[in-house]
């Protein structure tokens, strides 16, 4: 098990570092001018001539990416209009256009994307979960029909439509806005309310299928027959032996969905005002703002090798049937 933790991570590590090195060389040693992308049209020489040193573009591109790379671990010294600007470790850039070091801009966008994701995600894996067994333990009833066209007739309407839809008319819920979760719970709970239903509903109907169609195929198992057979109760014979089996494929599939939306949660948080990452990355898109641009990708790459690694492990603790090999 050790041994397949530690290779999993050396595999996960050597991905983020392929994939910062390729990022870097297309936002920063592309055939442009970063330095001047980054300074804008009315760029002086001096400010051109600060960002130019500060990122090392005269040096050669080992130098640069070592540069960053070392920034990653030691932290930087960045320099605009005269100032030395200090960028603490882990320093993932300054951003030129707002002024402000990267790492404190994606410090306070990601905690606002963490919020709607995971409070959106416990609403589905409820739902959709508890739904998808409800309708596998009631298969061709009416009931498992409701359940099967619901999510049907859900999934049929765009994302954006349906949050369009909630932030127009579900004027009954609180107003979206995000408040820190230790100043109060409550309203951080409630600014973010009307995102976590709209995210968990659009996401519970594709949850309802998937949960269904593996409990189906669970509850056909011989251990589940043979469970019955010695008169297990049948409420303990669906949640603690079913239930434990049908769940590992769905959190393979939760584990991808929640790394995609830490990483493109873009609509629900513009659609609700939300200032998270995907509007922070987008902003920078509009603006040209390589280094925050930059952030976002290796902050995405990391959620989503973060994620499978956690995934490969948590899939031999839910199934005993899975061995590593």
């Given amino acids: 098990m050790l041994i397949y933790i530690l290779r999993r991570i050396a595999s996960a590590v050597s991905v983020v570092i392929v994939t910062l090195v390729a990022s870097f060389g297309l936002f920063f040693i592309a055939p442009t001018d970063p330095a001047g992308t980054i300074c804008g049209q009315r760029c002086t020489p001096e400010r051109y001539a600060d960002i130019s040193a500060s990122l090392n573009l005269d040096e050669p591109v080992?130098?640069?990416?070592g540069g960053y790379l070392k920034g990653l671990v030691v932290g930087r010294t960045f320099h605009s209009g005269g100032t030395a600007i200090d960028c603490d470790a882990p320093c993932l850039g300054y951003s030129y256009t707002l002024g402000q070091p990267v790492t404190k801009l994606i410090g306070q966008a990601l905690p606002i994307t963490v919020s709607i994701v995971l409070g959106g995600a416990v609403v589905y894996l409820i739902v959709?979960?508890?739904?998808?067994?409800?309708?596998?333990r009631r298969r061709g009833t009416y009931v498992d029909r409701l359940m099967v066209g619901t999510s049907l007739g859900i999934n049929a309407v765009p994302y954006?439509?349906?949050?369009?839809?909630?932030?127009?008319?579900?004027?009954?819920?609180?107003?979206?806005?995000?408040?820190?979760l230790l100043e109060n719970p409550l309203t951080w709970a409630g600014g973010l309310l009307a995102a976590w239903l709209t995210l968990g509903l659009a996401n519970a109907a594709s949850y309802t299928r998937y949960s269904r169609a593996s409990m189906i195929e669970t509850l056909g198992e011989d251990y589940i027959r043979t469970a019955r057979a010695k008169g297990i109760s049948e409420r303990r014979v669906v949640y603690r032996h079913g239930l434990r089996a049908a769940i590992t494929p769905i959190a393979t599939i939760f584990g991808v969905d929640l790394a995609i939306q830490l990483t493109g949660a873009i609509f629900t948080e513009a659609m609700f005002g939300l200032p998270g990452l995907g509007?922070?990355?987008?902003?920078a898109f509009n603006q040209y703002d390589l280094p925050v641009l930059m952030a976002g990708v290796l902050v995405g790459s990391v959620v989503l090798v973060v994620m499978n690694l956690l995934v490969d492990i948590l899939y031999t603790i839910l199934d005993p049937r899975v061995r590593l090999g």
């Fill in 62 to 65: 080992v130098e640069q990416v």
């Fill in 128 to 136: 959709g979960i508890l739904a998808g067994v409800i309708a596998a």
């Fill in 279 to 283: 509007v922070l990355t987008l902003r």
């Fill in 160 to 180: 954006f439509v349906l949050a369009l839809l909630v932030s127009l008319y579900a004027t009954f819920l609180p107003h979206a806005a995000y408040h820190p």
